[in-house]
């Protein structure tokens, strides 16, 4: 599912971006990050129970939707650019696609990105203070289920400002 990726630029960005051959990244490259995925089945009749489960499991108590598209979200260009920014959070970052396809892209242990595509029924966790990014591919019309543990909130220190400076940094580090 995940794999390592070229670099991107402002104008690459929503492309697939593999190596050619490509490099997959494993299930244990992201748990050694913290990151996990695992599947949502919107289709089936029990898809609440899933989500309970999930919600349960990392002890969240509030959730919203997110709907990025260009004919709904004002600024989308602004807003695609401020997702794709490096960052990181003082809160794990959960997310449940429920339309679309989009790319989380993660720093591996070795600051080479790790590109994860998402899509109908992929749920990613990111662990607080991990450095991300986030964009759609080129249709730009991804919805997705937020899930926070606390009071919706983002915040994010981007890194080339203040995210190395965050308590939370060095704690994800220490963890990892």
């Known amino acids: 599912m995940a794999y390592f990726m070229t670099d991107t630029s402002k104008e690459n960005r929503q492309d697939e971006c593999r190596f050619s051959p490509n490099k997959d990244a494993t299930v244990e490259d992201l748990n050694k990050i913290g990151v996990e995925c695992t599947k949502v089945d919107f ?92 964009t759609t591919d080129r249709a730009e019309d991804v919805i997705a289920l937020r899930l926070f543990r606390n009071n919706p909130k983002w915040t994010a220190f981007n890194r080339k400002t203040d ?7 060095q704690q994800y580090l220490n963890a990892i």
């Open 163 to 169: 995210g190395d400076d965050q308590p939370i940094r």
């Open 43 to 134: 289709d089936d009749v029990n898809v609440q129970e899933d989500l309970d489960r999930l919600i349960k499991k990392y002890d969240m108590n509030f959730h919203d939707e997110v709907h990025i598209c260009r004919a709904t979200m004002p600024d989308f260009d602004g807003k695609l650019d401020m997702f794709f920014e490096e960052h990181l959070h003082d809160d794990a970052e959960l997310r449940v696609i429920k339309k679309g396809v989009g790319y989380f892209d993660v720093r591996g242990k070795d600051e080479r990105w790790i590109r994860i595509p998402v899509r109908r029924g992929d749920f990613v966790f990111l662990p607080a203070g991990i450095y991300h990014r986030f």
